[in-house]
């Protein structure tokens, strides 16, 4: 049974490359959006640009992923195909679990694209093992957070409106442009409680360089926030199903 | 599995909420018959086959596929089901080759007999010269036979049809229902739903027929034909109709059930011929209604259809057809 959910996880995700990354809502809101944005802050001030570059990386991986959940999932709900995927030897979970990783696999093309492209342009050097450590959960989590929003919606566009709410609130709280630690106190309890504050300060620390442990913390605690997210997306995809 | 019943379901019941979409049904199908469901829309059709699938959970009751319940071991018997659903739901973004492909890889077929079985159902279904054609490009009959095609590729025991000639064109829906009624030939198990009453009548070795949530008669087509044998079936065709003078007539003759075939031609069930024929010619003239035609009508799948359900055939074909146009 492992195997038969495994098989479908892997083809699912082929397939929803194929199918879903080029459609204009997956270019508009997880290329276009992020790049527009990048490129505005360096045209701004290309001089304080690498200070902003972990906060921009980490709204790279929040609109990318999940842009790419909004349509591998709700183009499928729309069109009645996800069922045509429940209705083999695969179960729901694992249908889900091959949904996010296509969202991940999209965000971390962008990630890779950004990260690769800020780094040569600016000559900055990452530390690569503290990236991977962050990077890997954060799309998880923000796949896993698109896929919860996603799953309770039917059309695309009520998927990116609906996630437009926590992409800006996370954009203006959790350190992306105005650093967490200049905000008052209680907007910064706040920020601690959304998981892009944690990608943001993990990012920081492979760009600026600390400690290995303060950037396990912040992967551990982007883990919980995805298995949040994943189980009452679970829930709300199978009361779809009932 | 072997001497199991195909399909056995126990006192089936299925609430939405508050409303009652499967009401206490209770039937089997035999390994490698065709069995209709026949019923309006919101008989529950749908509903019987997304439970007996595993797409939907009862509210309560019992259903087994190959021996196995529905209930502990789904995903053994999705190995051994397929499925096409009401709507064509394959990828627009794919060719025909490449949906039938991932359809394969879902369903685990070895990958060494993936392309030849994709291959012999495109052939199959007469759709190897477009095997690289876009789903989408595909016409709708195209895509209601890759959507079957899709259904048998991982050689399943039984195959679960909903509405499969739905929409098609007299031509597509003729050699779709040969290709189903060979698909029998090969020992396929078939469970279908169809609002198509001729349909039924060809394809099925026993059909249910259902209604607002209930089986009212289960039956081969023949048996059921001889229910509405036991009374006489006159059609009058008119130069004109309105639906003002079958409700006239109908008050006319109360005893008798007074059913619109098309605009200009009606059915009376029941009744002595003579008296029927009598009264009909009174009333044409009294309203000055050229009567073109009257015969005495074999009775079809049809006849008993309204025998049995109280409901005119023309009403829910027209009801369904609606739907089908507004969902593409």
């Known amino acids: 049974m492992r195997r038969d959910n495994l098989r479908a996880i892997f083809y699912i995700v082929l397939k929803d490359m194929r199918t879903y990354y080029l459609k204009p809502p997956a270019i508009s809101w997880g290329i276009a959006f992020p790049v527009v944005w990048i490129l505005a802050f360096y045209l701004r001030n290309p001089k304080s640009f690498e200070e902003l570059l972990p906060g921009l990386v980490a709204m790279t991986i929040l609109f990318s992923t999940t842009a790419a959940e909004a349509v591998v999932i709700n183009f499928e709900l729309r069109l009645g195909s996800l069922e045509r995927l429940l209705l083999a030897p695969v179960s729901l979970p694992a249908v889900l679990l091959g949904k996010i990783l296509g969202g991940a696999l999209f965000g971390l093309l962008m990630t890779t694209v950004v990260t690769t492209g800020s780094a040569i342009i600016l000559g900055a050097h990452p530390q690569v093992l503290y990236l991977i450590l962050i990077v890997l959960p954060s799309l998880f989590t923000f796949a896993a957070l698109g896929a919860l929003l996603c799953v309770s919606v039917k059309e695309v566009f009520e998927a990116q409106t609906l996630l437009n709410l926590p992409r800006f609130v996370m954009i203006f709280l959790c350190g992306v442009v105005y650093p967490v630690s200049a905000m008052p106190k209680a907007l910064q309890y706040i920020a601690y409680l959304m998981p892009l504050t944690y990608t943001v300060e993990g990012l920081r620390y492979s760009f600026t360089g600390g400690s290995i442990y303060s950037v396990l913390i912040d992967a551990l605690v982007l883990v919980g926030f995805s298995l949040i997210f994943i189980y009452p997306a679970f829930g709300l995809l199978r009361r779809k199903f009932e | ?328």
């Open chain 2, 1 to 328: 599995m072997n001497n199991q019943k195909a399909i056995q379901v126990s006192g089936l019941t299925k609430y939405y909420g508050e409303t009652l979409a499967v009401d206490h049904i209770s039937f089997e199908v035999e390994k490698g018959e065709i069995f209709g469901f026949l019923g309006p829309n919101g008989a529950g059709k749908t509903t019987t086959i997304r439970t007996i699938t595993g797409l939907s959970k009862p509210t309560s009751g019992e259903v087994s596929v190959l021996g196995l319940e529905v209930s502990s071991k789904i995903l053994e018997i999705k190995k051994h089901i397929g499925v096409v659903p009401e709507i064509s739901n394959l990828y627009d973004e794919l060719s025909a080759f490449d949906n039938l492909l991932f359809m394969a890889q879902l369903f685990g077929v070895p990958r060494s007999q993936r392309r030849k079985r994709v291959e012999a159902l495109l052939k199959m279904f007469g759709l190897f010269e477009r095997k690289n054609s876009l789903f989408r490009t595909l016409s709708r009959g195209m895509k209601r036979s890759l959507t079957i095609a899709s259904a048998l590729v991982h050689e399943p025991q039984i195959l679960f049809l909903d509405e499969p000639t739905a929409g098609l064109d007299v031509l597509a829906a003729h050699s779709l229902r040969n290709l189903i009624h060979n698909l029998r030939e090969q020992g396929i198990t078939i469970f279908l739903t169809t609002h198509y009453l001729e349909e039924a009548d060809f394809l099925c070795d026993r059909v249910a027929i259902l209604l607002r949530g209930k089986i009212l008669k289960v039956g081969t087509p023949d048996s059921l034909k001889a229910v509405a044998e036991e009374e006489s079936i006159i059609e009058f065709s008119f130069k004109k109709g309105d639906y003002q003078f079958v409700k006239d007539l109908s008050q006319r003759l109360p005893e008798l059930k007074v059913v619109p075939v098309e605009e200009t031609k009606i059915r009376i069930y029941g009744g002595i011929p003579s008296f029927v024929f009598q009264s009909v010619l009174e009333f044409s003239k009294e309203k000055g209604l050229e009567v073109l035609s009257v015969n005495s009508i074999k009775p079809t799948l049809e006849d008993a259809f309204i025998k049995i359900t109280g409901l005119s055939p023309t009403v829910m074909r027209v009801e369904k057809e609606k739907r089908t146009n507004a969902s593409g």
